[in-house]
């Protein structure tokens, strides 16, 4: 085999490649680095004075993902500076081919040789190249078995429900592995603090804030030096969200809910881990295999509501309860085209809500395919929903009752329990500080601020204890209490006061509602209702006409306007009917804008000018510059009589026919004079 090493090969420097898969034989597996490095001594042995180790790979894999120091060696065998590189077989240079005959074809290329415990290969030489492509396919058969046997044995593991590679906050590992509640009660009361408040608030974001303002830390594990240990702080949402879509606290076991994927992204492969499987392709699921925090007909509830709560996720999800008037926003969905109600909002303080289907429209360019005001199908819902609570009112009034009571005792019992924490650290820290001697200085006052610490975070959690538990104290006033009583006895009017939450009625009809379906026929609307527990019920009514709505303006009103709307311009009709003392439906006083909607909703035609001169119809000042005399003159004649006139109601202008002026006219000049003055002129008013 020396007869393979030449002067081209001692000219130039031999590597030593040390590669060990994971980070735990990095750390425990010390002999195998040993026999690597001692290859740099057999190299100075075989003649090479230049000897580089490249121990870049520690840790790594050689199956194929990015090891910076293989690269390092092909890059230093392209540059012809390697003369020969050494490993202790063939497994550690690369576990694929691809990297292996990569490796071959180099060494091939700048005549370097390949070194092992077994020999000298010159990959220049056909039998060497054969020997040593087998020991490559070898290496890579090898790793394959592993990986198959280690896999079978895993999936056997799963199967039975024993395979556990971490374990959730709230349990601990037990003989026969198994997973047990953790002994901690302070851990256990938080976890179920969780569920209960999402049990009560139906949303993750919702639970998230209200534990953030009552300030209550949750439990979080944490991995360091010393193994696993738990850290109380405030949660975020993907902590809370982590816990209720975890199937272990509803007592099941899970594994394979995730798949590991590779793809080639810039010419190399990524691993890509975490990939979420529906739940029919998980590997193992068993339910009941331990003791839960909750049923699993409650935790798959939970995971339902998450998942409907989720916006942006199509039109097979309800979507979030979200800002607005509207309480079917999310529930309807159009008997037409099958996809989901929008809801739009208009209005002066955008509160007037409309429901419709636009998604034919958006997707394709084509007309909406039902549209319709919320008000009258929010309230026949509502009555309809109404009907079927209405016997649990009392209970909800007084489980109303008790949650008031116990909120701030929730808050005090959590409280309590950090507190009781915190003065076993501060006793811990006053036993290690005693157990110290007081000459070592440097030790005892580290161990010192470590003692104040733990104290000042015990007087403050013992403050906010002392808060919590005097503003648990003012209990709910009997005055308080029996008004609840009589909302529970009548729950229509605690539905419709004043100070009832939106948000909580859009809560209770997600709860009892699955979906409405709409459908438009002419007029008439169609709703069919589906209640949670599989029954239907159908809700017909008229749809509104133009000009038909909850504010309609009173009909003498609207017959005022038909009438001066002959004779006058908006502006003017806005004038005489706000000195009547006429207001809008709204209770606003006119201008033009609005008397001009009221003419279009009830089809009444505008003032045309010349229009009245048309029907020969003269105004006060018209007949009395007729007649020659003034304006009050001339309504004199209208009120004795001798002047037909009309007027549409009080205050609007006089219209006289052009007809009855001439009459009267004729029937004063037959009357001849009244006077021996014949400079006087008679009104005919005597």
């Known amino acids: 085999m020396m007869s393979k090493i030449g002067t081209e090969h001692l000219s130039r420097r031999a590597y030593v490649y040390v590669r060990q898969s994971t980070l735990d034989q990095v750390h425990f597996n010390r002999e195998s680095q040993l026999r690597q490095y001692g290859l740099a001594d057999r190299a100075r042995g075989l003649g090479w004075p230049d000897v580089t180790v490249i121990d870049d790979d520690l840790g790594r894999s050689g199956s194929g993902i990015h090891r910076p120091g293989f690269e390092r060696l092909l890059a230093a065998l392209c540059s012809g500076e390697v003369g020969a590189v050494l490993c202790i077989e063939a497994s550690r240079l690369a576990r694929n081919g691809r990297d292996w005959h990569t490796l071959l074809e180099f060494c091939r290329l700048v005549g370097c040789l390949l070194i092992d415990e077994d020999g000298i290969y010159d990959p220049r030489q056909p039998n060497d190249r054969l020997l ?213 909002y208009s209005g002066t303080k955008g509160t007037v809500a409309r429901y419709n289907c636009q998604g034919s429209m958006i997707n394709h360019g084509g007309p909406r395919c039902i549209s319709f005001g919320a008000v009258r199908v929010d309230l026949r819902v509502s009555e309809e929903v109404l009907r079927q609570l209405q016997p649990l009112g009392v209970r909800a009034s007084l489980e109303a009752i008790e949650r008031a009571r116990t909120e701030q005792d929730e808050c005090v019992r959590h409280k309590e329990l950090a507190l009781e924490q915190a003065r076993y650290e501060a006793a811990r820290a006053r036993r290690q500080y005693d157990a110290t001697d007081p000459e070592n200085r440097l030790v005892a006052a580290e161990l010192e601020r470590r003692w104040n610490e733990t104290l000042k975070a015990q007087a403050q959690l013992q403050a906010e204890v002392d808060l919590l538990r005097e503003q648990s104290s003012r209990a709910l006033s009997a005055s308080a209490r029996d008004e609840l009583l009589r909302l529970g006895h009548d729950l229509p009017r605690l539905w419709y006061h004043p100070a009832s939450s939106v948000e909580i009625k859009k809560r209770i009809l997600r709860t009892v509602l699955k979906e409405i379906v709409v459908t438009k026929q002419d007029n008439t609307i169609r709703a069919l209702v589906h209640w949670q527990g599989g029954d239907h019920t159908e809700i017909v009514f008229e749809k509104n006409q133009i000009g038909q709505h909850r504010w309609v303006t009173d009909v003498e009103t609207i017959d005022i306007v038909r009438a001066l709307a002959r004779t006058l311009p908006d502006q003017a009709i806005a004038a005489v009917i706000n000195r009547l003392g006429k207001r809008t439906a709204r209770g606003h006083t006119w201008t033009a804008v609005r008397v001009c909607t009221l003419r279009h909703d009830h089809r009444i035609a505008a003032y045309r000018e010349g229009e009245r001169q048309e029907r020969d119809e003269l105004t006060i000042a018209e007949v009395a510059n007729l007649l020659g005399v003034s304006a009050p003159t001339a309504i004199r004649l209208i009120r004795v009589g001798r002047l037909p006139a009309s007027q549409a109601c009080l205050g609007a202008p006089w219209i006289i026919r052009k007809a009855d002026l001439d009459a009267y006219l004729a029937r004063r000049a037959n009357a001849g004079p009244q006077s021996a003055n014949p400079n006087q002129l008679s009104t005919d008013l005597q």
């Not at 408040?197 to 919702?206: A, I």
């Open 132 to 344: 040593l492509g087998m020991k490559g396919t070898l290496s890579e058969m090898e790793l394959s078995t592993f990986r198959q046997r280690s896999q079978a044995a895993i999936d056997q593991k799963a199967k039975r429900g024993e395979l556990f590679t971490s374990i959730p906050i709230g349990y601990v590992r037990a003989p026969g592995n198994r997973i047990e509640k953790d002994p901690d009660l302070r851990i256990r009361e938080a976890l179920d603090l969780v569920f209960r408040k999402f049990r009560e608030f139906g949303s993750v974001r919702q639970v998230l804030l209200w534990i953030r303002q009552e300030r209550i830390e949750l439990p979080a594990v944490n991995y360091g030096p010393d193994g696993r240990h738990i850290e109380w702080k405030l949660p975020v949402y993907n902590t809370l969200l982590h816990i209720l879509t975890n199937p272990t606290y509803g007592g099941a076991y899970a594994f394979g809910k995730t798949r590991t994927t590779a793809r080639i992204v810039n010419g190399r492969k990524r691993v890509f881990a975490g990939n979420r499987l529906p739940r029919e392709d998980w590997q193992s699921l068993i339910i009941e295999h331990h003791a839960s925090y909750i049923s699993w007909d409650e935790f798959e509830a939970n995971r339902k509501l998450i998942t409907h709560n989720a916006n942006m996720k199509g039109n097979m999800v309800r979507g979030a309860v979200k800002r607005g008037s509207s309480l079917l926003s999310g529930l309807l969905r159009c008997g037409h085209c099958g996809r989901k109600l929008h809801v739009a």
